[in-house]
């Protein structure tokens, strides 16, 4: 299993907005759409996301409060884990897991 972070494109964006989570899921974490409004909602918390990715494709989508200046209670820094959404027909993998692995290693650094 490589799980890797990647930028949305054009190529893959049809694919990342179609990603869904588990029935019940959706009053706990929302949908990728909802993050992006969000995100332009808020530029000012310097929202920095990427697409889940195993073996290139799209599982699920991370959203993150990049090295910001806190502006309690709406902007919440200086780094903070906004949104993490992994597909319903990949949760339970250790994908999301992976993702927030790799998120510390890149915040550390």
């Known amino acids: 299993m490589a ?7 054009g190529q893959n964006r049809e694919a990342v907005l179609a990603l869904r989570v588990a029935a019940g899921q959706e ?3 929302g949908s990728v759409q909802d993050a992006l ?3 332009a909602r808020y ?4 929202p920095w996301y990427r697409v ?9 989508f991370v959203m993150v409060s990049w090295d910001v200046e ?3 209670p709406e902007i919440i820094g200086p780094w903070f884990l906004w949104k993490l959404l992994i597909d ?3 949760q339970n993998l250790g994908y999301g897991s992976a993702a927030v692995r790799q ?4 915040v550390r650094a």
Do not use: S, W
């Open 37 to 39: 409004e969000e995100a």
């Open 103 to 106: 998120i510390a290693g890149l």
């Open 3 to 9: 799980v890797t972070l990647a930028e949305m494109t």
């Open 27 to 29: 009053q706990f974490v």
């Open 88 to 90: 319903q027909r990949h």
């Open 70 to 72: 806190p502006q309690p």
């Open 43 to 46: 530029p000012d918390a310097k």
């Open 52 to 60: 889940i990715c195993v073996d290139g494709e799209p599982v699920g």
